[in-house]
Structures are given as C-alpha cells and as structure tokens.
C-alpha cells in the first residue's frame, strides 16, 4: 500500500476538498487507482497528480466538467483537444466582447454623471451636442398607466432588437404649451440607445447637432413641471431665441429604500 496515497493525502497534496475528489470520480473525470472492497477507502497513485493538473489546467481556462472529462478521455488525441481548445477560445472572446460592451455602458453612464455634477444639478447652461438618432414613437399621456404599460413594452423591444438594457427614455415636450400654460406634456417617446449602436427602420429621427439650452435636474419624473417654469423664466429673461421644442431625456432611474423614484434627467432646447 506504500505506493498509494489516501483521498485525504491526495487532496492536502493538490489543495482540493474530499468532497471535490468525490465529486470528480462520480462524473467520471478522476477515478480512484485502488479502491478497498472492504472499507470502501479510496486510495490514489502517484500517476493520478498529472490528471489532477490538467483538470486544474482546463479549469482556469474556463473549460466546463463536461468539456474536461472530453479531454481526458481523449488524452491521446492532440486533434480533439485542439477542436475543444478553439472552441473554448471562441466562447473566451464572446465574454471579452460581452465585457468590453459592458464597460463602454459602464463609462458612458459615468461619464454622462460626472459631467451632471460638474456643471451643476439645476444649472442653466450652454451645451454643445453632435447629432444624435433616437427611435420615435407616438404616443402621449405619459401619467397614465397605460402610458407605462406601453414604454415597458417598448424597452422590452429595445432589449429584444437592438440586446440593450440601458436605452435612455427621452421625450418631446411642446414650448408652446409649457410656455402658455405651464403644462409639460408629452407630444412623443424617443429612446436612444447610444453613440455606437446601427439604427434602422421608419421610427428614426434625428436631433440635429448644435448648442441647447440645458438644465440637469435629479428628481421624480412627475416633478419635472418645476423645472421647465425655471428654464422658461431663463429663457425670457435673457431674451434667448430657441428652436423647435424640449428634449426631456433620462440618464438613470433608481429607486431608493424608502421605495420613491428619482431619476437624473435633462431638460434641453436647441438655441436659433
């Protein structure tokens, strides 16, 4: 029995748990060289390390138990292990895609919330934006719940077409209206889903680039009344001339613990 190493040895031995090793020779991938009828022990050889170090080795490549039991049995086989290394290698730059696209979301949303902070929530300022494409959508009654019943099913299409879940809601607000009767009311939705995303179809629109009169605000959606009476007193007394209509667009959405909404948006209108 000298030659043989007990399953609690082995494992000390390899940094892995007994329940692991068991869990290894139930799906097949490292079984025991000698196994006592009697006590039901389990004991290892010495041979047994070179299999442990190439599941260890296929594991930090991301191989699965399935994938790993492959090339073991099929250890002779270079070809075999070639085919499962290029898929592996495959599935690795899909997650490295995945991640870069992820990050890219990860900085533009921390870019967009250092720049809110930086000019200043509830400042009147000049901004100048390139031209930006959103997909239009006509519908209105944004405090209806149909109105929400509706923009759920519209990001559930963003999500489903376009596999983005972090589209920004933006909507059309007359100047007219806001500016006779103080009421913001929604003539339109548009979603836009970033800087670096294709667009197709008949609902796209463009918002032309030039200089906007803009206003960051972080509150309820419900509250934005407030701030459209704010920039519309700027407006007049500074004698601005504007063009076309508001942009209400929403940068991110939270909800605290107390369960009330807010949200970091911005209220812009394009300068003559």
């Known amino acids: 029995m000298g030659k043989y190493l007990s399953i609690g040895q082995i494992g000390k031995l390899n940094n892995l748990s007994v329940q692991t090793l068991r869990h290894y020779e139930k799906i097949g991938i490292l079984k025991p060289s000698y196994i006592n009828k009697e006590s039901g022990y389990r004991y ?18 991301g191989l699965s138990l399935e994938e790993i039991k492959e090339v073991i049995n099929n250890y002779t086989s270079l070809e075999s292990i070639v085919n499962i290394l290029g898929n592996q ?7 490295i895609k995945e991640l870069e696209n992820i990050k890219n979301k990860v900085e533009s949303l921390e870019k967009k919330i250092d720049f809110s902070l930086d000019k200043g929530i509830n400042e009147i300022f000049i901004k100048y934006n390139a031209e930006r494409k959103f997909i239009k959508y006509n519908f209105k009654d944004r405090y209806t719940d149909e109105f929400e019943i509706n923009l759920r099913k519209i990001l559930l299409e963003v999500e489903r077409d376009y596999e983005n879940i972090n ?6 607000i007359s100047y007219e209206e806001v500016n006779d009767k103080g009421i913001a009311n929604c003539e339109n939705v548009m979603i836009h889903l970033g800087e670096n995303v294709t667009y197709e179809g008949e609902k796209i629109i463009s918002m032309p680039k030039g200089n906007y009169l803009t ?5 309820t959606y419900r509250h934005s009344g407030k701030y459209y009476e704010a920039i519309i007193k700027y407006i007049k007394e500074n004698n601005i001339k504007t063009v076309g209509d508001f942009h209400e667009i929403y940068i ?8 009330k909404d807010k949200s970091l948006g911005q209220i812009e209108i394009k300068l003559a």
Not at 167 to 172: G, K, L, R, S, Y
Not at 215 to 219: G, K
């Open 89 to 95: 290698k495959e599935l690795i730059n899909q997650k």
């Open 167 to 172: 589209a920004e809601i933006a909507f059309t």
């Open 215 to 219: 206003m960051y605000f972080d509150d």
């Open 252 to 259: 991110m959405t939270r909800v605290g613990s107390d369960g």
């Open 44 to 61: 290892y050889s010495m041979k047994d390390f070179n299999t442990i170090d190439l599941i260890k080795q296929c594991k930090a490549m």
